[in-house]
């Protein structure tokens, strides 16, 4: 198949043979490790919130989320941020503590969940996965929406569990208002939010 990026062929190389999968994705190996790393930490009612692309370097790729390859690229851009987070951290100090991701609202929309897709690949250090925990009551879409239209239309997540320590994943950060109802939401159940992790940050 043709990279999304480069729209060239791809084929199988000797290099992939190990792993030939590879030939499946939709971006190419070159255009994998040419995509920018453009960390940013915003720190949001006393929690740091780190965010690896862009959103502008990355929005073609984000564009194809509700595509039939969005949840492989979403995973693509979920692998080279979590790669960069744990080389970056000394994963040494959270392996004692049990400290479980949640996404927001990772429920299943056009047949995946996109915030389920960037928690799988965090959670595969250190970290335990915790799906379907924080979910929206109000469907409401943010997209081009003013911070007061956000103010006065919370989400209304629903949260239950009773983890000590949780980190809450997105998928794109812009005013913030999202983060501190879910970190507000969790917290008034009992859990502790350490950190919260983005994959794009939409703020130029
Ligand atoms: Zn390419």
Not at 24 to 44: D, H, L, S
Not at 91 to 105: F, H, P, T, V
């Amino acid at each position: 198949m043709k990279c999304i990026l480069c729209s060239r062929f791809k084929f199988i190389d000797l290099e992939n043979l190990k792993k030939p999968l590879l030939f499946f994705e939709p971006v190419c190996q070159k255009c994998f490790r040419n995509i920018k790393i453009t960390p940013r930490v915003r720190v949001i009612d006393g929690i740091s919130i780190y965010s690896f692309y862009r959103y502008e370097d990355i929005s073609m790729l984000i564009g194809s989320k509700y595509s039939i390859f969005g949840s492989r690229v979403l995973k693509i851009l979920s692998k080279k941020a979590s790669e960069y987070f744990f080389n970056s951290h000394n994963i040494s100090l959270w392996e004692q503590a049990k400290i479980y991701g949640i996404a927001i609202d990772d429920c299943v929309r056009s047949h995946y969940s996109h915030t389920a897709v960037i928690l799988r690949e965090f959670c595969k250090h250190s970290f335990r996965p915790s799906y379907g925990a924080l979910k929206a009551k109000n469907m409401v879409h943010y997209a081009g929406k003013s911070l007061l239209y956000r103010q006065s239309n919370p989400r209304n997540f629903i949260y239950t569990k009773k983890f000590d320590n949780v980190f809450i994943v997105d998928d794109i950060i812009t005013t913030g208002t999202t983060i501190k109802e879910a970190k507000k939401t969790v917290e008034k159940n009992g859990s502790n939010v350490l950190f919260a992790i983005v994959l794009c940050d939409a703020k130029s």
